[in-house]
């Protein structure tokens, strides 16, 4: 007897600004007026650092949350009530050792705190969160009704051996909250795309948009196939971009081209041997 198709599920990419002039109390309750406006909606995706604003450098510390803070608590909350399971982007989080690191949490349709990923590859250039945030040290994926979810955050995007490990252990569905400039969207657009081909799972991209300071957020929250098509991308200002999430598209994509049966694993590439370059 043929297996059931999994239902199709309805994704939402909030994308936002985190104007200077906003306070972060102002911001979290707008956010969540925003977000009770979308009934239906199988999983809500922010972007990194929302709350806070990414490039609020000086006030890290006092913008810091451990993880029943005010913006964990509101999301966790609104999808409570609308039975939505929410990625909520990211947070500065002030861990138990009072060291703070950019922290996404991904709730439950309960409300129910399912997942937490602290960024691993924090960024240095043109940037002071590598001083002030400290790495994470771990991965996880988790099963959900969009398919097994692994966590990663802006940076990270640029390192594909954690996007391979991710794969390894079993991610189809890869979120990426961002605060992502518009000088590098080229990089943005192209990234996003070759790690779903790459590891051929969805790739649920939710970036900033505005300015901060004198940046200016990229913006072009996507979502793009197990086979690298971009199913929906948002523009350069606030949006909420929804789009249908076929579940069944990675082992569809997968079976078609298994190039991950193919793969070698990442101890496999360190232990090969060393050509000896040209011969006479």
């Known amino acids: 007897m043929t297996a059931p198709t999994p239902p199709t599920r309805r994704i939402a990419l909030v994308q936002l600004a985190s104007p200077d002039t906003e306070t972060q109390s102002a911001r979290i309750d707008r956010v969540e007026s925003l977000?009770?406006?979308h009934t239906g909606v199988d999983l809500?995706?922010?972007p990194e650092l929302w709350s806070a604003g990414y490039f609020a450098f000086d006030r890290y510390d006092e913008l810091a949350e451990t993880l029943d803070g005010p913006t964990v608590t509101m999301v966790r909350r609104v999808?409570?009530?609308?039975?939505s399971a929410i990625h909520l982007g990211s947070i500065i989080e002030r861990g138990a050792d009072g060291a703070l690191h950019n922290t996404a949490v991904l709730v439950d349709a309960d409300g129910a705190i399912?997942?937490?990923y602290r960024k691993i590859h924090v960024f240095g250039y043109q940037s002071l969160e590598s001083q002030l945030l400290a790495p994470g040290a771990t991965l996880s994926v988790v099963d959900t009704p969009v398919g097994a979810v692994g966590s990663t955050t802006c940076y990270d995007l640029r390192f594909p051996g954690l996007w391979q490990e991710l794969s390894t252990r079993g991610a189809e569905v890869v979120i990426?909250?961002?605060a992502w400039p518009a000088a590098r969207r080229e990089h943005w657009c192209l990234l996003t795309q070759a790690r779903a081909v790459e590891h051929q799972l969805w790739v649920l991209a939710c970036n900033a948009c505005g300015s901060q300071g004198d940046v200016q957020l990229g913006g072009?929250?996507?979502?793009?196939d197990p086979a690298g098509r971009v199913v929906a991308e948002c523009g350069d200002g606030e949006e909420v971009l929804i789009v249908e999430l076929d579940p069944a598209r990675v082992a569809e994509v997968r079976a078609e081209f298994p190039v991950i049966a193919d793969r070698l694993s990442a101890d496999d590439?360190?232990?090969l041997g060393t050509d000896p370059g040209a011969r006479a």
Not at 79 to 83: C, E, R, S, T, V
Not at 220 to 224: E, G, N
């Open 35 to 37: 977000l009770r406006q």
């Open 44 to 46: 809500f995706v922010l």
């Open 79 to 83: 999808a409570q009530d609308l039975g």
């Open 114 to 116: 399912a997942q937490t």
């Open 176 to 178: 990426v909250p961002a």
């Open 220 to 224: 072009f929250s996507r979502v793009v």
């Open 269 to 271: 590439y360190a232990a």
